[in-house]
T-cell receptor, first 111, second 116 residues
Framework: ETGVTQSPTHLIKTRGQQVTLRCSSQ?????VSWYQQALGQGPQFIFQ???????GRGNFPPRFSGLQFPNYSSELNVNALELDDSALYLC??????????FGSGTRLTVV | DQQVKQNSPSLSVQEGRISILNCDYT??????FLWYKKYPAEGPTFLIS?????DKNEDGRFTVFLNKSAKHLSLHIVPSQPGDSAVYFC???????????????FGPGTSLSVIP
């Protein structure tokens, strides 16, 4: 049984650019949630995907968008990057929202 | 508006003693509470949880207590070990009927240091 894998592990982007982060769910999981963890804070809920549809969203602007694929892997896309987007982005997969397994995260730095 | 609060950013405890990590929440809709542990360069890992219908749940050295009237929960680690040194996140969840959506809200975390 594989866990949740995220890629890349680290990324540096320039303000105004766009970024795509990827997440492979744990085998058998059909739900993916994305979180943003800024330095010194707890993870903040961005959105959740269930069976390829957005199933809930936190207080993040529309330039944060996502996709879930038929194999339940997922992408997080952020457009028009801002300096404050610098954070650790965590993906968590679950089976219908029960029992989250987190990946190790992608550390995004916007300069 | 922070719905899950952990008012102690850090805690130091001697090895072998009890560690008590506290958490408060504001939303009475939360019905499931979780504790996660996070080491540097790793994602959070699930530690222990408690449903709102219970007031205590034990798993080995870890016990979570829930006081619904006070909207307060605590994690007790006895005895504390150096390997317990990590950031501990309290999280609360509301499961909505008929959906798989259970937005999990995290607190800001408490960094625990267990001193040998």
């Amino acid at each position: 049984e594989t866990g949740v894998t995220q890629s890349p592990t680290h990324l540096i982007k320039t303000r105004g650019q766009q970024v795509t982060l990827r997440c492979s769910s744990q085998s058998g999981h059909n739900t993916v949630s994305w979180y943003q963890q800024a330095l010194g804070q707890g993870p903040q809920f961005i959105f959740q995907y269930y069976r390829e549809e957005e199933n809930g969203r936190g207080n993040f602007p529309p330039r944060f968008s996502g996709l879930q694929f038929p194999n339940y892997s997922s992408e997080l896309n952020v457009n028009a990057l801002e300096l404050d987007d610098s954070a650790l982005y965590l993906c968590a997969s679950s089976l219908a929202g029960d029992g989250y397994t987190f990946g190790s995260g992608t550390r995004l730095t916007v300069v | 508006d922070q719905q899950v609060k952990q008012n102690s950013p850090s805690l130091s405890v001697q090895e072998g003693r009890i560690s008590i990590l506290n958490c408060d929440y504001t939303n009475s809709m939360f019905d499931y509470f979780l504790w996660y542990k996070k080491y540097p360069a790793e994602g959070p890992t699930f530690l222990i949880s408690i449903s709102s219908i219970k007031d205590k749940n034990e798993d080995g050295r870890f016990t979570v207590f829930l006081n619904k009237s006070a909207k307060h929960l605590s994690l007790h680690i006895v005895p504390s070990q150096p390997g317990d040194s990590a950031v501990y996140f309290c999280a609360a969840s509301a499961r909505f009927q008929g959906t798989s959506y259970d937005k999990v809200i995290f607190g800001p975390g408490t960094s625990l240091s267990v001193i040998p």
